[in-house]
């Protein structure tokens, strides 16, 4: 029986032992193979991975936070393998400058216009909550006001009818944590 991480009553739904087991070995594999080896697992994919749930499983606060660190441990990885090679660590830096400008030019849209909106009866993240936590990332970007990784990654909003497009959003936000991995 795995013991992993610890699990929820029987009563409760956790996240599918079996799948998270599955997912940390392919991490391992994909952890110690050799630079330059094809790997499914990268930090990217470890902070969109989705586990089906059961009745009994493990605890999802403990995995989660157990893939936000093992997610940190890749980018970390990712970046020393860039800069072992020539030029690696100019490039990896203009690449991170370059989607932070991006980023930038999105964040510095007008108020209430930022993201597309879902239609009136749809729910979508409310404009003011995404605009004002907007406000704080170009903050980040611009004049490096302090902000880490897990305030981005736990960031909710309110729902509102009408409101901003989550998926936009939500893919905005992911490009926001590369980022800061990225120069982390």
């Known amino acids: 029986m795995a013991t992993t991480f610890p699990r929820t009553r029987r009563s409760e739904r956790g996240y599918n032992v079996g799948e998270v087991e599955d997912f940390l070995q392919e991490a391992r594999t994909a952890y110690g193979a050799p630079a330059g080896s094809p790997t499914v697992v990268n930090?990217?994919?470890?902070?969109?991975?989705?586990?089906?749930?059961?009745?009994?499983?493990?605890?999802?606060?403990?995995?989660?936070?157990?893939?936000?660190?093992?997610e940190?441990?890749?980018?970390?990885?990712?970046?020393?393998?860039?800069?072992?090679?020539?030029?690696?660590?100019?490039?990896?830096?203009?690449?991170?400058?370059?989607?932070?400008?991006?980023?930038?030019?999105?964040?510095d849209r007008p108020v209430g216009k930022k993201f597309t909106r879902v239609g009136a009866l749809s729910q979508g993240y409310h404009p003011r909550d995404v605009d004002a936590f907007a406000d704080r990332l170009a903050?980040?970007?611009?004049?490096?006001?302090?902000?880490?990784?897990?305030?981005?990654?736990?960031?909710?909003?309110?729902?509102?009818?009408?409101?901003?497009?989550?998926?936009?959003?939500?893919?905005?936000l992911d490009t926001v944590i590369n980022v800061m991995l990225a120069v982390k």
């Open 43 to 70: 930090a990217k994919s470890i902070r969109t991975v989705a586990f089906g749930f059961e009745r009994g499983g493990y605890s999802t606060s403990h995995v989660d936070a157990a893939l936000e660190r093992l």
């Open 139 to 172: 903050d980040y970007f611009q004049r490096g006001k302090a902000m880490s990784v897990d305030e981005v990654r736990t960031v909710v909003f309110r729902p509102s009818r009408g409101g901003y497009n989550e998926t936009q959003v939500d893919l905005v």
């Open 72 to 107: 940190d441990a890749f980018a970390t990885r990712e970046k020393e393998r860039a800069f072992a090679t020539p030029g690696g660590d100019a490039a990896w830096y203009t690449q991170a400058r370059s989607t932070a400008q991006v980023l930038l030019n999105r964040l």
